[in-house]
């Protein structure tokens, strides 16, 4: 047997009966469409065009913050890149008497001009010392000076790899958050 209840309409406040077992009901007074909620002890009417307007807006809200996290994330882990690119950079650059740091790439030339500066001097020096020993000390400058042309052009290396690693995940962050403000 069906029972019936009387509900409020949520649009008028009109008095409608309804079958109990019903979940929609059309307002006989001011048309608006109403679907019928209930918990165990109270019974009430949700306009289902507003209920459909909340659904949307909170949809669209939760989309929009769930962005605004994403974005913030992304603007997070681009901030920890160029930290992090800072602490690498330090330790794959060279440093100076007075603390300042100075790209490896940059030492070169200096190192090779003035191993060819410092052998042609002692070639100078030497001139008139017996050109055996000037031949020596050429020699060995020549060979110090290749030997840190060796390992400051490994630790340019070094930086050129890092650089290269750096600028590839920043570039990777910055595609996800320039797709992430086109699609707002
Ligand atoms: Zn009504």
């Known amino acids: 047997m069906a029972s019936t209840r009387t ?4 649009g008028c406040g009109a008095p409608l009966d309804v079958s ?6 059309t307002c006989g007074y001011c048309d608006a469409r109403l679907r019928i909620e209930h918990t165990d002890s109270a019974v009430w009417t949700e306009e289902v065009e507003k209920l459909a307007r909340d659904q949307k807006r909170i949809a669209r809200e939760q989309q929009k913050m769930s962005k605004e996290l994403r974005r913030a994330k992304l603007e997070r882990e681009l901030a920890d890149l160029e ?9 794959v650059m060279l440093r100076r008497e007075d603390g300042t740091l100075i790209e490896p790439g940059r030492t070169l030339p200096w190192v090779l001009s003035a191993t060819v500066v410092a052998a042609l001097g002692a070639l100078y020096i030497l001139r008139n010392e017996s050109l055996e020993f000037g031949l020596v000390v050429v020699l060995l400058l020549g060979a110090l000076g290749g030997v840190m042309y060796l390992r400051i052009s490994s630790m340019k290396r070094a930086y050129d790899r890092a650089l290269e690693l750096h600028v590839e995940r920043t570039a990777e962050v ?6 992430l403000g086109r699609s707002r």
């Open 7 to 10: 509900v409020s309409c949520n």
């Open 20 to 25: 109990a077992s019903a979940r929609f009901v």
């Open 83 to 91: 930290r992090e690119w800072e602490h690498t950079r330090a330790s």
């Open 174 to 179: 910055e595609a996800k958050l320039r797709k």
